[in-house]
């Protein structure tokens, strides 16, 4: 009965390869949302969707390209990694565009690329 | 540009009080909210400001003041479990969060 669930919980990986991070949940919002955690702690919106339209896309390279199939999932892809993408990404969700509404969270998903 | 400042770290002690405190710049304003994340966990929620003043629930308040664009959040008999990164995030006026980097709060016994 987890509300926000992101899968894989770690990921470590050779550079150049591409990987997924999958998110899916089970509140009924409206709004998705993947954001990166560098070492720094600093949390960094990268995408947000709502109702499966793209709302949000920060300056992200074009490595990454999310996908919504539906409203409660959202999930991320990664072309070609990079060291500096080692961080934490978590997916949260929200009931609509997150400057007035709480945030959900996901566990995270660690990605170490080596 | 929008910026959001608290204090890196801070150290208090089991059972007293800390304030951490928030300053923002923001192109407008659409509510306040303090998280908390422990370490390798997801942030949660914890409070949200809108209006001026003090929100209280339990042993943790959040006070607002938009005309200083400051708030604060006062934990009280501080615990162990208590250690743990608080972030603060503004909603701007195109309704998107800006964060701040968080301030660790370490408890001593």
């Known amino acids: 009965d987890t509300a926000v669930s992101q899968t894989p919980k770690y990921l470590v990986t050779q550079m150049g390869n591409d990987k997924s991070i999958k998110c899916e949940q089970n509140?009924?919002?409206?709004?998705m949302y993947w954001y990166k955690q560098d070492s720094k702690k600093f949390l960094k919106i990268m995408f947000s969707y709502n109702n499966k339209e793209l709302i949000i896309n920060e300056t992200v390279p074009n490595r990454f390209s999310p996908k919504s199939p539906d409203k409660a999932h959202l999930n991320l892809h990664i072309n070609s990694l990079e060291l500096g993408d080692s961080a934490v990404y978590f997916c949260?969700?929200?009931?609509?565009?997150?400057?007035?509404?709480?945030?959900?969270f996901g566990a995270g998903s660690r990605l170490t690329v080596l | 540009g929008q910026n959001i400042d608290q204090p890196t770290e801070m150290t208090a002690t089991e059972g007293a009080i800390v304030q951490i405190n928030c300053t923002y710049q923001t192109s407008g304003f659409n509510g306040l909210f303090w998280y908390q994340q422990h370490a390798g966990e997801a942030p949660t929620f914890l409070s949200y400001?809108?209006l001026d003043g003090l929100e209280e629930k339990g042993r943790f308040s959040s006070f607002l003041s938009r005309s200083k664009g400051y708030s604060y959040l006062l934990l009280k008999e501080l615990q162990m479990k208590d250690s743990a990164s608080y972030l603060c995030?503004?909603?701007?006026?195109?309704?998107?969060?800006?964060w701040g980097a968080g301030t660790k709060l370490i408890i001593k016994p």
């Open positions: 995030a503004v909603g701007d006026s195109n309704y998107q969060l800006i």
């Open positions: 949260a969700s929200s009931r609509g565009i997150s400057g007035a509404n709480v945030l959900t």
């Open positions: 509140l009924g919002h409206d709004t």
């Open positions: 400001n809108v």
